[in-house]
């Protein structure tokens, strides 16, 4: 059972705009704003789209945001495009003792 | 441009040893934090492991304490990953992962993965 709650699935349509829920507790998600999100394709190494709560690296589309409300964080794709089907998943820094908890994955569909 | 790749992986018997190397190139690797981040079979993400740019400071996930051991050499440009006391719930794709440089831990590259299989 991974430490960090998303929803196994999501979908939207070309165009649309679909976010994805992170929930976590008072101890990580709540404590820190130190989440980020990646996006995996099959076969392929995860790749960083969000992090920092809200930071975008070089290169990621600013079609992607992230957010954070209490124990809760989210991503946001606005004007889903094909290539954006795919698994993503959220990652909050958790403290010394266990340093980095990830989400269990949500499968990005587009319809 | 920022390159890892991971070596070493394979087919081991349960309660048998294995070590996992990652080269780096592309970027000074000495300034740098690396993890291990691995993915079991169809599963999530889990992270391993962590070792900052100098090797002082380290810390391990609850599931592999004791039992893995990660290490870098700065000279060679490579981080280690010695895995020991192996258990079917260790088999997954074994990723190294650059550490952003920012405050908060973040993987802003990964190598394409190695894949580890604990089975007798």
């Known amino acids: 059972q991974s430490a960090l709650t998303q929803p196994p699935s999501a979908s939207g349509s070309p165009g649309q705009s679909v976010s994805i829920s992170c929930t976590g507790t008072?101890?990580?998600?709540?404590?820190?704003?130190?989440v980020s999100w990646y996006q995996q394709h099959p076969g392929k190494a995860p790749k960083l789209m969000i992090y920092?709560?809200?930071k975008r690296p070089s290169g990621v589309p600013d079609r992607f945001s992230g957010s954070k409300s209490g124990n809760t964080a989210s991503l946001t794709v606005s004007g889903l495009q094909a290539e954006d089907e795919a698994h993503y998943y959220c990652?909050?820094?958790?403290?010394?003792?266990?340093?980095?908890?990830f989400g269990g994955g949500t499968k990005l569909t587009v319809l | 441009e920022v390159q890892l790749v991971e070596s070493g992986g394979g087919l081991v018997q349960p309660g048998g040893s294995l070590r996992l190397s990652c080269a780096a190139s592309?970027?000074?690797?000495?300034?740098?934090?690396i993890n291990w981040v691995r993915q079991a079979p169809g599963k999530g993400l889990e992270w391993v492991s962590y070792?900052?740019?100098?090797?002082?400071?380290?810390y391990y996930a609850d599931s592999v304490k004791g039992r893995f051991t990660i290490s870098r050499d700065n000279a060679k440009n490579s981080l280690y990953l010695q895995m020991n006391g192996l258990r079917a719930g260790d088999t997954a794709v074994y990723y190294c992962?650059?550490?952003?440089?920012?405050?908060?831990?973040?993987?802003?590259?990964w190598g394409q993965g190695s894949l580890v299989t604990v089975s007798s």
């Open positions: 992962a650059r550490d952003k440089g920012v405050e908060g831990y973040y993987f802003d590259y």
């Open positions: 592309g970027f000074t690797f000495s300034s740098y934090g």
């Open positions: 070792i900052s740019s100098g090797g002082a400071n380290i």
């Open positions: 008072s101890s990580d998600v709540g404590a820190y704003s130190h």
């Open positions: 920092a709560v809200n």
């Open positions: 990652s909050s820094y958790a403290g010394i003792k266990n340093l980095v908890v």
